[in-house]
């Protein structure tokens, strides 16, 4: 399989399974955006892309002859320089908005996605408690998921393609939400109709519900 970047195209080098390659999938399927997506292990990764990613991780995206792999700054990239449809607002403070909840779902110290690490690769003690934290955040955050079609929003975000790509995993997790959590249910059931979604699902994800 070749695995070179092409200069001319966009190519994403994405993980099959993890979470955080999922969601740049997912946004690069709703942008309707032309690209190579090679999903593989760190190791497959072409040596001149490792050699300009420091972190040698996934996913890392190469475009316009720059390597980018930090997952805020790809989502952001990918925004700005494929505009429509825009996933994040033009209004400063609605974007500041979005953006810190990014930084909470995805990067803070116990974030929403550190914790989806945890269930799938910490010891059973570990993965039991933050099974539990992660249950309880979807519950208490119920009223924020019924609030609009989309996460807080009437449009969709980034922060929408993060919570679809981490509520894809909740049966995988071994997390229920029963009635409580119906709106978050109702809520991940209606981003994954979207054609985008099913799209950006990878065969073993596609196993996961």
């Not at 080098?13 to 190579?36: D, G, L, N």
């Not at 825009?86 to 803070?108: N, Y």
């Amino acid at each position: 399989m070749l695995i070179k970047p092409n200069p001319s195209s966009t190519t994403l080098y994405s993980s099959p399974h993890e979470i955080e390659s999922h969601v740049i999938r997912f946004i690069m399927a709703e942008k309707h955006i032309e690209k190579e997506i090679f999903n593989l292990k760190v190791d497959e990764i072409p040596e001149e892309i490792l050699e300009l990613n420091p972190c040698q991780s996934l996913p890392t995206l190469f475009d316009r002859g720059i390597v980018l792999y930090d997952l805020s700054v790809i989502m952001e990239y990918l925004d700005e320089r494929f505009p429509f449809p825009p996933l994040l607002p033009v209004d400063p403070i609605e974007k500041s908005e979005k953006r810190l909840m990014i930084f909470r779902f995805t990067r803070a110290a116990g974030c929403w996605f550190e914790l989806v690490h945890t269930i799938e690769t910490g010891n059973k003690k570990a993965a039991n408690a933050a099974r539990k934290i992660l249950q309880n955040n979807l519950i208490e955050l119920v009223p924020l998921f019924a609030y609009k079609p989309f996460f807080k929003s009437d449009d969709m975000t980034i922060v929408d393609a993060c919570l679809a790509a981490l509520l894809w995993r909740i049966k995988k997790l071994e997390i229920t939400l029963g009635a409580p959590g119906k709106a978050v249910t109702d809520y991940g059931k209606r981003l994954f109709a979207r054609d985008s979604f099913k799209e950006s699902l990878t065969d073993c994800e596609r196993e996961y519900n």
